[in-house]
């Protein structure tokens, strides 16, 4: 919360503020002096300054303790509005309280510096784990097709003569795999960095969900897997305002994500419903779900499943949920008691509905 | 017949040796160019039948090689870049690209642009009665029929369908249909041709779900493939 002060309010401001304050409080202690000894009011004013040395910068709080010192002689100590001090005890009390209330400010501000480089350290230390798991996921994403595609080419290049024609097909093919795996890594490091810079910029137009949807099942039906993938979308479902490339890839991801990770022959329904402008897609499998303990982290970047197989960079759920939020929507996890997992995404967008007759709302140029 | 001549201008070595053993090996004739100035020096001196351009080239923008070329040479270009933004995309379209393919690209696909891209040039008056599959257009009568049967269209799906079969294999841009079929007016009421596509979709397709005929170029705008167009 001081660093959240310091943060919000300028130095200038905060001097007024620091002065303001240790006005407010004599004045309210002047008011109440019949009933305050002046001893009191030291202490009183020693609170202030201690509250202001929490929140402001060192400037503002050692102008509030020397201000607040001045004040408490001029007005409190007898014989009272003079900086005269009367007794020699009232002398070292004064000097004791200009003493205290410097030392308190500098104290705290110096505290607040070495928090600020404790917390630094931390950040930075969970920024390098971070980039070490991303350095071993990515070095084995890239590195197994690369490898695939070096050892494939010399073992052709090398032109031997007792590599069977079927081999050659075989060891061309595998090129291919690798290259176009390499290909979705690299798409996934630029969605990645997209969203990591901050800049991403969806582009808002018309969107037929229908065909959204079939586009990133017709990507998918490329991979060949053997799981069963069902639409229920009404066919008159109306137009989103939404970037269609980013709603495409959230659907291929999750899609992806869930071929990947269930058994074979799994099913997988998406649904879509629309609650007055606000679209919601589910995508549901009837394969193990999720362990619910790691429910929590499976959207982070480059998080994967304790047990999970290898291969995959732990990017694409974090791609997903990165482009629904840039889309100031929400994903949301869950299994389903017959066991799956159940993704909801809840998007706001502007929609329309298809007229029974289009023809009749448009003009056409002849 | 002289082989069709095609021009890779193209500042990657690995790209030119892949482009000129595949078209080679294709029946075209291939030549190179490794900058704008070599290719645009190039096409002045020996106009070819056909330049695939790279965008990201060294010594100048490919948007201003394309815009300088467009100002005397009308056959077909092909842009071949990285820069797979649907912004650089349209951009390239609009000052008179004839088709876009990004890198990495599949050969099959490649081969198929450049076809359709030379037909284009071939057949500028076709015959009113074309047939892309059970599909059978008579442009003439302003007829559709699949499988010999009359399909009903509207006048305005009539107008999308006739655009898109003259300009078969060819992407055309949401701002190009729009401003084509509804006027300039429209350019930017994209939902109208979304529901246009689905209607005829819906009519036309075997499967509207699996588009084989009206394909999307997402973000950019709609391709639409004649099936037995295998030249």
């Known amino acids: 919360m001081a660093e959240l002060f310091i943060n919000k309010i300028s130095k200038p401001k905060q001097s007024l503020l620091s002065l303001l304050s240790v006005g407010v409080v004599s004045l309210v202690c002047t008011i109440f002096s019949a009933f305050l000894g002046y001893r009191v009011v030291a202490l009183i004013l020693l609170v202030t300054v201690s509250l202001l040395a929490i929140s402001f910068d060192i400037l503002p709080v050692l102008i509030a303790a020397v201000l607040s010192a001045l004040v408490w002689n001029f007005f409190f100590i007898p014989p009272r509005y003079t900086f005269h001090v009367g007794s020699t005890e009232d002398l070292i009390l004064f000097v004791m309280y200009f003493v205290i209330s410097l030392v308190n400010a500098v104290l705290t501000y110096k505290i607040r510096l070495i928090q600020k480089g404790t917390k630094q350290k931390e950040e930075k230390a969970s920024t390098v784990k971070l980039y070490n798991t991303l350095l071993n996921s990515l070095s084995h994403e890239l590195r197994t097709p690369i490898a695939t595609i070096i050892g494939a080419t010399d073992t052709l290049l090398a032109n031997n003569t007792k590599l069977k024609q079927e081999d050659r097909g075989e060891l061309l093919a595998e090129i291919s795999k690798a290259s176009f795996r390499l290909n979705q890594q690299v798409e996934n490091l630029l969605s990645i960095s997209r969203l990591e810079s901050g800049f991403i910029e969806p582009k808002m137009d018309w969107c037929d969900i229908n065909e959204v949807v079939y586009n990133a099942i017709k990507r998918i039906e490329e991979h060949k897997y053997t799981q069963l993938i069902s639409v229920n979308i009404n066919p008159n479902f109306p137009l989103f305002k939404l970037d269609k490339g980013m709603m495409e890839q959230v659907i291929y991801n999750l899609l992806n994500n869930a071929c990947l990770y269930t058994p074979w022959n799994s099913e997988i329904n998406i649904t879509s419903l629309n609650h007055a402008n606000i679209l919601e897609i589910i995508i549901e499998d009837n394969g193990n779900g999720f362990p619910e303990e790691e429910i929590k982290k499976v959207f982070d970047k480059f998080y994967r499943l304790k047990d999970s197989s290898t291969g995959g960079t732990g990017l694409g759920l974090s791609i997903v949920k990165g482009f629904i939020e840039a889309l100031g929507g929400s994903i949301y996890l869950e299994n389903v008691r017959t066991g799956g997992a159940r993704f909801t995404i809840n998007i706001p967008a502007d929609t329309v509905q298809f007229d029974r007759k289009p023809e009749l709302w448009l003009r056409r140029k002849f | ?231």
């Open chain 2, 1 to 231: 017949m002289a082989k069709t001549e095609i021009l890779v201008i193209d500042d990657e070595p690995q790209i030119r040796k892949l482009l000129s053993i595949t078209l080679g090996s294709n029946g075209y004739f291939v030549k190179q160019a490794a900058s704008a100035k070599e290719g645009m020096m190039n096409i002045a001196n020996d106009p070819p039948d056909m330049v695939i351009l790279d965008l990201g080239l060294p010594d100048e923008c490919g948007h201003t090689v394309l815009q300088k070329l467009r100002e005397w040479y009308t056959n077909p270009i092909l842009i071949l870049s990285v820069q797979n933004s649907e912004d650089d995309i349209i951009n390239a379209l609009d000052s008179g690209a004839n088709d876009y393919l990004s890198k990495p690209f599949r050969t099959g696909e490649l081969l198929a642009r450049i076809r359709s891209a030379l037909r284009s040039t071939i057949q500028e008056e076709c015959s009113p009665i074309i047939t892309c599959g059970e599909l059978q257009i008579d442009l003439s009568e302003r007829t559709v029929k699949k499988n010999g049967e009359l399909i009903k269209l509207t006048a305005t799906e009539y107008a999308l369908l006739a655009l898109f079969v003259r300009n078969e294999g060819k992407v055309l841009t949401h701002q190009y249909l729009l401003r084509d079929v509804w006027g300039p007016g429209y350019i930017n009421q994209s939902q109208y041709l979304r529901v246009f596509i689905a209607q005829l979709r819906k009519k036309i397709e075997n499967d509207p779900n699996r588009p084989e005929l009206f394909l999307t170029e997402s973000g950019v705008g709609y391709r639409f493939i004649c099936k037995n167009n295998e030249l």
